[in-house]
């Protein structure tokens, strides 16, 4: 069952950025606020240029904003330092990307145990869990393939373990079929929705498509700096 309590709170953001030769201020985010708990999918849709993955960085703390604040696993983020940021993204959020972002030079099984090594978690102790996940992703057969040998799903799929390897309580996913087609896209998000339900984790889903947002249980839409129920069909 669901943890009511919220795994994700977002307060009052703004995030402006001067323009290009100092003239003039591109107001990208104007007093965004949002909060997802644990087990529950919200997905962000919006035009191109409307603020998505800036919102995005804000939620991880690769960006700060410039008035409010957010808060992951009840850690306010305004509090920390660059280090201690650090520590907060490798073992509170995983992320996924449309780009796949995975390290050629290391297999399967070392691109998903990435995030525990950073983490200091030795190896004996991260074997069982990598075996798991590989059985899960449906990858148990290919963990010493490397990324050039896997289809465009198959490195999805090894991008999600990634993520979630070190179980943490925020996902954060940019556009992560952009990269697939229909076929293969839809099965790497089913495969996201149950993993991420099964193990109570919060995801956050930046998107264009409104049938990938279709596995979330909220939908927002960002538009003119702002976020909004996303009940009316937009012309976009």
Known sequence: MSDTSP????????????EAGGH????????????????????????????????????????RPDRGWVEVAGTRLSTLGE??????????????????????????????ALPLALDGVRARDARPRIAAM????????RANAFPDQLSGGEQQRVAIGRALIHEP??????????????????????????????????LVL???????AAIADRVLTLERGRLRADDTALSW
């Open 83 to 112: 280090p201690a940021l650090t520590r907060l993204r490798r073992r509170r959020i995983g992320f996924i990307y449309q780009s796949f972002n995975l390290i050629d030079e290391l297999t399967v099984a070392e691109n998903i």
């Open 7 to 18: 795994q994700l709170c977002a307060h009052d953001l703004y995030r402006h950025y001067r």
């Open 169 to 202: 309580a925020l996902i954060l996913a940019d556009e992560p079929t952009g990269n697939l087609d229909a076929d293969t896209g839809a099965r790497v998000l089913e495969l996201l929705a149950a993993l991420f339900r099964e193990h109570g984790r919060t």
């Open 24 to 63: 003039g201020e591109r107001r990208v985010l104007e007093g965004v606020a949002l909060s997802a708990r644990a087990g529950e999918c919200v997905a962000l849709l919006g035009r191109s240029g409307s603020g998505k993955s800036t919102l995005l960085n804000l939620l991880a703390g690769i960006d």
């Open 206 to 212: 930046v998107t264009h498509s409104r049938a990938v």
């Open 134 to 141: 590989l059985e899960r992703l449906g990858l148990g057969g």
